[in-house]
């Protein structure tokens, strides 16, 4: 998961704030504007190579996990 703060185009200051609830859920976090493209394409890199490394790590499916906890 990733969490974003959108908008910062309307105001930049907003980037000098901290959030604590990605850092309170263990979450990644990036500020970005989808209207002038800033850090847009570092996201989309940053949780797909998430998703990579997931898939790569030899964990089960997310689908599975959600089966698993069902079961339980």
Avoid at 48 to 62: E, V
Wanted: proline fraction near 1%; charge should be negative.
């Amino acid at each position: 998961m990733l969490c974003v703060a959108n908008k910062i185009d309307v105001d930049y200051k907003v980037t000098q704030k901290s959030f604590s609830f990605p850092s309170k859920h263990g979450l990644d976090f990036k500020f970005v504007s989808a209207a002038d493209g800033t850090n847009v394409v570092d996201a989309f890199e940053s949780i797909i190579q998430q998703a990579y490394d997931y898939k790569t790590g030899g964990a089960q499916s997310f689908l599975s996990e959600v089966m698993d906890l069902l079961d339980e």
